[in-house]
């Protein structure tokens, strides 16, 4: 089953995506996801000149061995930029195994461990009671895990909170837009914010909340301790990924779970806040570590240690992306949740797909591959529109983690 055709394709349908569409020599076609928010032309760029040369001509079925091909065989390893690009054609080639087989990617990666995949949804609001609604809303749609984001007091806007009524979508402009940030109002607000939850939804909702990395260790240390009442499922980010030393000192002071990694690219990312069981779920994404054979690769790691999955499923991952996430989810043995956030009716138009939603849970369905197609012709009406991820100071100016 030999390559001979890889075809890098960006649309903008509402935000902008890069998908890999890879072609054998029996027509069949497999997509990849390649989309790095913000970054998308850098991945691009990867692949045109580095990856797609060395594609042509090879048998589609070796994935492993193409997978170390890229990764060992680049010399420079690792990073968002690599690991997005090696991430596509994976993802692509277990697509095209499955065509070949006529079996879902699920069945290839041992079958199902479970019925579907429990996901999560996003609420927020301006203020509390918008912050409430969201939450009714997202009941009301059948979740049972949401994730709360609300406005602060004192701080003019901040991240996770949709602005106007339009879904949350934070890479609004080609250069970078600016928010402010103040770690006390924050603190003071959250315990509050969650009591105002837990009041009005009880005790079963599953609560879930993303810091967004912005905390020192002793910070998230406090804020863990002040929320451990409100039973959340977990707390996300709470300082920067990069400070690994940091999680052990939160891990010391507080019981309430921690979710980390949807900036990682690597097992090597990951390997002592899972090996020193630091974490409680791990957030990978398929697409930016390294695609479906090294996220799984990461989570049999993780089971090792009680670890769960957690991945991410923002808006920024195309539904390739959910796709291959979801015939992860439901094959490994610790799964724990799944982000979702729902495309636009457009983008679901650009990339029809098998999977669905209902009762709160997502399922990747029976068809053979990952289940999804590019319509091409309306992914060419809609043009790249730069647009990149906000920028974060504090009052004084100095620049802070968003
Ligand atoms: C967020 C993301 O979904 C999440 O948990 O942290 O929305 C994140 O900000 C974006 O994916 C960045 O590209
Ligand atoms: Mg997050």
Redesign the pocket.
């Known amino acids: 089953m030999k390559i001979i055709d890889a075809a890098v394709i960006v649309t903008c349908p509402d935000r902008n995506f890069v998908t890999l569409k890879l072609t054998t020599e029996d027509g069949l076609t497999g997509l990849g996801d390649a989309t790095l ?2 970054r998308e032309m850098a991945v691009v760029a990867y692949l045109h000149e580095h990856v797609v040369p060395t594609l042509l001509g090879r048998d589609a079925t070796r994935i492993e061995d193409t997978w170390q091909y890229l990764y060992k065989g680049a010399y420079w390893r690792r990073g968002p930029v690599t690991m997005t690009a090696i991430a596509a054609v994976d993802m692509a080639l277990w697509d095209l195994l499955g065509k070949a087989t006529g079996l879902p990617v699920h069945r290839l990666l041992g079958g199902r461990c479970r019925t579907s995949a429990r996901v999560y949804a996003h609420a927020s609001g301006r203020d509390l009671p918008e912050l409430l609604d969201a939450v009714t809303a997202a009941r009301e749609a059948g979740y049972t895990a949401v994730r709360v984001q609300s406005g602060i007091p004192g701080i003019p806007s901040t ?2 909170v949709s602005k106007d009524g339009t879904p949350y979508e ?2 609004d402009s080609a250069v970078p837009s600016e928010s402010v940030w103040s770690t006390p109002p924050y603190l003071r607000h959250l315990p509050r914010m969650l009591a105002a939850v837990r009041e009005a939804h009880g005790e079963e909702l599953d609560l879930l909340h ?1 810091v ?1 990395h912005r905390l020192t260790p002793n910070e998230a240390a406090r804020l863990g301790r002040d929320v451990e009442e409100f039973r959340l499922f977990w707390l ?2 709470p300082v920067p990924s990069e400070l690994q030393e940091g999680y052990r000192h939160l891990r010391h002071h507080t019981t309430t779970p921690i979710a980390v990694g ?1 900036v990682f690219n690597t097992i090597w990312d990951c390997q002592q806040l899972i090996g020193e069981q630091l974490i409680d779920f791990i957030r990978t994404s398929v697409t930016h570590a390294g695609g479906i054979t090294h996220l799984r690769r990461i989570l049999f790691f993780a089971d090792l240690y009680a670890v769960r999955s957690g991945s ?3 808006t ?2 195309s539904p390739v992306a959910m796709a291959a996430a979801l015939h992860v989810d439901v094959s490994v043995p610790n799964f724990g949740i799944q ?1 979702r ?1 729902p495309h636009t009716a457009l983008t679901d138009a650009v990339f029809p797909h098998a999977y669905t939603f209902a009762d709160g849970t997502m399922d990747p369905g029976e068809q053979p591959g990952l289940g999804v197609e590019l319509d091409e012709e309306l992914a060419a009406r809609h043009p790249y529109r730069p647009a990149s ?1 906000p920028v974060n100071r504090l009052a004084d100016g100095t620049v802070h983690s968003w």
């Open positions: 928010n913000g991240y996770g934070p890479a993303d967004h996300e980010d949807e991410h499923g923002a920024d991952l982000e956030m991820l």
